[in-house]
Nanobody
Framework: QVQLVESGGGLVQPGGSLRLSCATS????????MGWYRQAPGQERELVAT???????NVADSVKGRFTISRDNGKNTVYLQMSSLKPDDTAVYYC???????????????WGQGTQVTVSS
């Protein structure tokens, strides 16, 4: 089994900052890409950012310049630093990890349980 545990969500005022963390544990041979998605009420889940094992990152245009994704391969952890937060950033944020559980198995995408981020005054 593979588990992804997120932390760092909460309530923040507009213009504020938050840092999300997501630690992956369990039966892991290797982790390829990691990422963050979000889903606001009544909307579809959208990709926020991804990062490869080597550190190449892609960030959605809607958060570019405000959000930064990073990872610590030694800790199997991905981070999302969010700054200049807006009410439109309010959503449940989910982390993902593309995990290979053994050399004989193909990579599968695993999801965290989600953490609520609310931007409001």
């Amino acid at each position: 089994q593979v588990q992804l545990v997120e932390s760092g969500g909460g309530l923040v005022q507009p213009g504020g900052s938050l840092r999300l963390s997501c630690a992956t544990s369990g039966s892991i041979f290797s982790i390829d890409a990691m990422g963050w998605y979000r889903q606001a009420p009544g909307q579809e889940r959208e990709l926020v950012a991804t990062i490869t094992y080597g550190g190449s990152a892609n960030v959605a245009d809607s958060v570019k310049g405000r959000f930064t994704i990073s990872r610590d391969n030694g800790k199997n952890t991905v981070y999302l630093q969010m700054s200049s937060l807006k009410p439109d950033d309010t959503a449940v944020y989910y982390c993902t990890a593309d995990v290979r559980r053994s050399v004989l198995l193909r990579t599968q995408k695993y999801w965290g349980q989600g953490t609520q981020v609310t931007v409001s005054s």
